[in-house]
């Protein structure tokens, strides 16, 4: 024995002495039962594309101004011509554009990409797709590589199709073996020379694998698995940026995101796409569900992305669409629109603690309108009917009314980051914060954060989770002021990341 290991013996047996720790079972601060939660709003395809399980990219052909429709992801099978056409006759007022697929003799039809790829494994495949015009074959659906060539399923499904109508067909695919990799392609067949006049029209095209807990139109079962794993408390919803919209017209709608897809218009995000609403406001209530998660409901507050603010005058309608989503979520089957609610297949009431008003409207020219008129009768209006709803703000930088609480975001470097430690040491617990959205985004670079830059960090990195964490624990020591603690983004796409934009 070496005289080091000598001198090293007696401070092993210090440290293995046993330590009591009495807890005193009152006096301590509160702590909220929220603690760390999600938020989700659609960015860098974290939605569709990410744990909305849809397989099947641009599956309707929705567009706007911002972002028209167009033939992304979708290829012709041989010498099949596509086209996009706005029928006098389309599948819905809010589907108008459809895909065209005209055909030689003989097959025809057309393939999708997928989400820049597609899993394929032996498990059961959900399909469907609707169709117009008169055709006597049959559809062959499938599943193949896109490099070989092999196909890992098929199936036929006969034809219902009909000239002057449209008629929805399903089918289901279970592939033979798991493909390789993701280079794999959907697609769609059909004999042209069995048509009319050799086309066919086709929309609202999907396929789904096994959703968690099996929902129609539901969520990845990996993804929602490793949420449950690390056991969040709450969900902050629909977001973010994507709740303002670009402009008011543009705002996220709840009501043009329930019942039948064929009935979603979707919309353009503030991230650079075309979302198709799949992913819509039930789905996020049955996400809660699944995961026994708090819902916290952001409603739009009057201030758009581009500075547009509405005026107090005109108000009042947005604050009633405001109320009507309330009672959509969580009104009795004799309301009107807990009856809606019940129609597509919920008849018991949802319970909502928590709404949030807007998103970041210190920001974008929206402070001094929140400050003086809209923050309010959000609040005044929500808790006259519902009193017992925790209305929180979002951001810190108003006069709070009653009990209201507030939302802070922070996107910065590490160093400040832990220069905040002591932000909430003299912050009042008679109005709780949610810490909706925090990320160290980039490195310290002795100046701060800069929106304009593309310098973000793509991934997280060691001192910034260090930084992160330092932060945090300065919350935790003010836990009776801290309703929550969202890490932001969720579940970004990696080939399609954007960085968050502030203005």
Known sequence: MRFRDCFLLPLLAVSCAAVQISVKSSGGNFTSSLEYGIMEEEINHCGEGGLYAELIRNRAFQGSTTYPSNLDAWVAVGGT???????????????????????????????????????????????????????????????????????????????????????????????????????????????????????????????????????????????????????????????????????????????????????????????????????????????????????????????????????????????????????????????????????????????IKFVEVGNEDNLNNGLASYQSYRFKAFYDAIKAKYPDIIVLASTIDIDFPGNAGGDYHLYDIPDNFVARFNFFDQYSPDHPVLLGEIAVTEYNNGVGIDWSNTHFSLYPFWLGTVAEAVFLLGAQRNADKILGTTYVGLLPRSSRKKKRKKS
């Open 81 to 351: 011509t596509l086209s996009l056409k706005n029928l006098s006759n389309p599948l819905s007022s809010a589907l108008p554009t459809s895909l065209n697929a005209k055909g030689k003799m003989g097959k025809a039809g057309f393939t999708n990409l997928g989400w820049w790829g597609l899993a394929v494994s032996t498990q059961k495949y959900s399909g469907s797709f609707y169709v117009k015009g008169s055709y006597k074959g049959a559809f062959t659906a499938s599943l193949q590589s896109a490099s070989t060539g092999q196909v890992f399923a098929s199936t036929n499904i006969a034809s219902k199709s009909v000239a002057n109508g449209w008629t929805q067909h399903h089918f289901t695919l279970y592939p033979r073996k798991n493909a390789p990799d993701t280079n794999n392609t959907f697609s769609i067949t059909f004999d042209a020379s069995k048509t009319s006049d050799g086309s066919l029209d086709f929309n609202l095209i999907s396929l789904f694998p096994p959703t968690w807990n099996n929902r129609p139109n539901g969520l990845r079962t990996d993804l929602m698995q490793a949420m449950s794993d690390f056991g969040p408390k709450f969900l902050r919803f629909p977001g973010g940026n994507n709740l303002e919209g670009d402009t008011i017209e543009g705002r996220w709608k709840w009501n043009e995101t329930i019942g039948p897809l064929k009935d979603r218009p979707g919309r353009a995000t503030t991230w650079g796409y075309q979302e198709t609403s799949g992913l819509g406001l039930v789905e996020y209530m049955e996400w809660c569900d699944d995961l026994d998660i708090e819902p916290i409901l952001a409603v739009w507050a009057g201030l758009a992305l581009n500075g547009d603010v509405v005026p107090e005058d005109e108000l009042e309608v947005y604050i009633q669409d405001a109320l009507d989503e309330l009672e959509f979520l969580t009104g009795s089957v004799d309301t009107h629109y807990g009856a809606l609610r019940a129609s597509i297949g919920h008849p018991e009431p949802w319970v």
